[in-house]
């Protein structure tokens, strides 16, 4: 097998070398930031070895599969170059690849071709023409000069040289130059065809009056770092957040943050206070922008899932360019995706990107927010993938209410939280995340096939329905009183929680009701002024009325235990069968026919889901149980429930949620 012998020192030049065959003599991992992983490889031609080229993120499992072991030769579709500090001694240019196909495993080679010497920059002095794979390349001739008089455009050779940056493969184009003596070159250096590089033809002037112009170059993101005093990146949005309040010991301000993505990689990019204002309108998901003069810093993992060791903070220096041509080059969005199965065992509050098949769909439930007093709606949704693991995913708002579960579509989530309660996890979908149904990608292709041909009649093992924890659906494995209390449940740090089928016993009837604030978001109880006014001492305002809740102390209990829990008020009217304005003007006007909704409503079962915690009261510490959810029973789900347990006991079949 022969390889491109000369293309390395073509492609070290700047010249655009299509599928050089090349050979891997080795790889080494970075030590980065977080979690992110990045290879370097030893590559040859059979002429020259170089250790300046690195392997995009997304090929990392061919290095862990053992894909790339050494000796392996490859054929290398498509890559970038760029020009970077190389430790103050001057500059280097790095190469990233991007596609690479195997042409012979290592294992069949078994030996280094050729006798490789190590590429330097002396190497470059003399450029070379484009090489072709299996042969050995001949310099290109020089062009003649035009006489002087009368000049006239000299020829591009096949393979351009250069000190500037370079592309190939055929999702970016040549950036075009006019013959004839370049003109002064930035101060920055490096750019690429199609995503990179690609000189823009007409001047745009974005924030900070940054003008663009045809030699105005770009480095790939996955070649940026903090070492670097000066770069230039142009990429795609893939993600906005909204503007946000911050606040702490230095101060207070706003905040959002917008996701870039280019071939190479992505990048998350944060705009604080003034910047925020400056940049909030301009930015636009989907649009491309190129962004310069920022400040770089170690990613925290902790809140982004992006494949990259480092983020980009705007400062009052940095430039935000929008570019009004549109590359086709530049990718849309790039996913991370775990396996469901790798939730398991991953810290609650981190970042991560999951595909799966909605396998169940909870009902939308609405709460009151502890710390913000704020009415909100939530919705379980459990989906599953090719790993036989099920997990909750927890939508919000607007997007809990209108989610259409028709035909079991695939949801893919960029940017989703795990949650943990009690050893049980789910994913939740922040503001910041990215969520989308049916996508049209191979991933969701290839889930929607499997799940339709065998997937759906599959066993999974449910990550979310944990006895002692959950995200608060009434998906939960219901357990009885008596198990609750033997597990101990709410005696930890957090709360529990737990489901469980009960009959109301006793409901206390005396201050099941109070008179609370009607301000918006506010439910504190108001007190009487005694002249046809209601103060609430938390906004510090009176009020002509107020707005009656419900607060319910209630006896439950089922075959085994009984418990005195605490209801509040959507799920005490569920249970009361009135509202909370019927209760009081019942109270009123009819004090019997109130008592008797609180009698019609003993004995009668529901599934409820509890919170368990122990709380301290005057030094003493007691467990109080509050219902977090109530539900009419759904007798065939709950027969199914029972029927599943059967066979768990008796061994007839494996209990599938």
């Keep these: 097998m022969e390889l491109s012998e000369g293309a390395l020192n073509a492609i070290m030049n700047g010249a655009q070398i299509d599928t050089p065959i090349m050979q891997i003599l080795g790889s080494k991992k970075i030590s980065g930031a977080g979690d992110s992983e990045r290879y370097r490889l030893l590559v040859s031609d059979g002429v020259h070895v170089n250790s300046f080229a690195m392997?995009?993120?997304?090929?990392?499992?061919?290095?862990?599969?053992g894909d790339l072991a050494d000796n392996t030769i490859v054929r290398i579709k498509r890559y970038i170059t760029s020009v970077v500090p190389n430790s103050g001694k001057g500059e280097k240019r790095v190469m990233i690849i991007l596609d690479v196909e195997v042409v012979a495993s290592g294992?069949?080679?078994?030996?280094?071709i050729g006798n490789p010497v190590s590429w330097t920059p002396e190497s470059a002095a003399a450029p070379t023409a484009a090489?072709?794979?299996?042969?050995?390349?001949?310099?290109?001739p020089a062009p003649t000069p035009a006489p002087a008089p009368t000049p006239t455009p000299t020829p591009t050779p096949p393979a351009r040289a250069s000190n500037g940056p370079s592309t190939n493969g055929p999702s970016a184009a040549a950036p075009s130059h006019r013959p004839g003596p370049s003109p002064q070159k930035p101060a920055y250096n490096g750019g690429f065809g199609g995503g990179y590089g690609q000189n823009i033809r007409s001047p745009n002037k974005g924030m900070g009056g940054m003008e663009l112009n045809a030699d105005t170059h770009t480095h790939p993101i996955a070649s940026v770092t903090p070492y670097q005093n000066k770069w230039v990146i142009k990429a795609r949005c893939t993600m906005k957040t909204p503007k946000r309040s911050w606040s702490n010991?230095?101060?207070?301000?706003?905040l959002f943050s917008f996701d870039l993505t280019d071939e190479s990689g992505e990048i998350r990019v944060t705009a604080f206070r003034d910047q925020c204002e400056k940049f909030f309108d301009m930015i636009e998901v989907g649009k491309v922008y190129m962004v310069s003069k920022a400040?770089?810093?170690?990613?925290?993992?902790?809140?982004?899932?992006?494949?990259?060791?480092y983020e980009i903070n705007l400062n009052n220096d940095s430039l935000v360019v929008p570019v009004h041509e549109d590359d086709a080059a530049l990718p849309q969005i790039k996913f991370n995706f775990s396996p469901l199965s790798d939730i398991e065992n991953m810290e609650a509050n981190v970042s991560v990107d999951v595909i799966g098949v909605v396998k169940s769909v909870g009902?939308?439930?609405?709460?009151?927010?502890?710390t913000s007093n704020r009415e909100m709606k939530k919705r379980d949704v459990t989906i599953v993938d090719k790993s036989n693991t099920a997990v909750n995913l927890t939508l919000w708002g607007e997007q809990a209410e209108n989610f259409d579960a028709s035909n079991q579509p695939v949801i893919a989530v960029k940017g989703g939280r795990v949650n943990e309660f009690s050893g049980a996890k789910s994913i939740s979908i922040p503001g910041s995340a990215l969520f989308q149904i049916n996508p049209d990608m191979p991933e969701a292709h290839q889930l929607k096939g499997?799940?339709?041909?065998?997937?759906?009649?599959?066993n999974f093992k449910s990550i979310s329905n944990r006895v002692g924890g959950g995200s608060g659906g009434m998906d939960g494995a219901l357990i009885t009183l008596k198990e609750a209390r033997n597990q101990n449940l709410g005696n930890g740090v957090k709360p529990d929680y737990y489901s469980c089928k009960a009959s109301i016993i006793m409901i206390k009837t005396e201050n099941a009701m109070y008179k609370a604030c009607p301000g918006e978001n506010c439910n504190k109880k108001v007190v009487d002024q005694h002249n046809g006014m209601w103060r609430c001492e938390k906004c510090n305002q009176e009020y002509h009325e107020y707005k009656p809740r419900l607060l319910l102390s209630l006896s439950v209990g089922d075959w085994s235990d009984h418990t005195w829990v605490t209801m509040f008020q959507e799920n005490a009217e569920l249970i009361l069968g009135q509202t909370s304005q019927e209760m009081d003007q019942l109270l009123q006007t009819n004090p019997d026919a109130y008592q008797q909704v609180f009698q019609r409503a003993t004995f009668k079962s529901f599934t409820f889901r509890m919170r368990a915690q122990v709380q301290t009261y005057n030094d003493e510490q007691k467990l109080k149980t509050t219902v977090y959810n109530v539900k009419k029973i759904d007798?065939?789900?709950?027969?199914?429930s029972l029927l599943k347990q059967l066979k768990e006991f008796s061994g007839m079949g494996t209990v599938t949620n």
């Design 295 to 309: 400040t770089l810093k170690t990613a925290n993992k902790r809140f982004t899932s992006l494949n990259n060791d």
């Design 450 to 458: 499997w799940f339709d041909d065998e997937g759906s009649a599959a």
């Design 107 to 112: 294992a069949d080679v078994g030996n280094r």
């Design 55 to 65: 392997l995009a993120t997304q090929l990392n499992d061919m290095i862990r599969n």
């Design 635 to 640: 007798h065939k789900a709950y027969c199914a």
């Design 249 to 254: 010991s230095k101060g207070d301000g706003t």
């Design 131 to 140: 090489p072709t794979p299996s042969s050995t390349p001949t310099p290109a």
């Design 363 to 370: 009902d939308v439930f609405t709460f009151v927010a502890r």
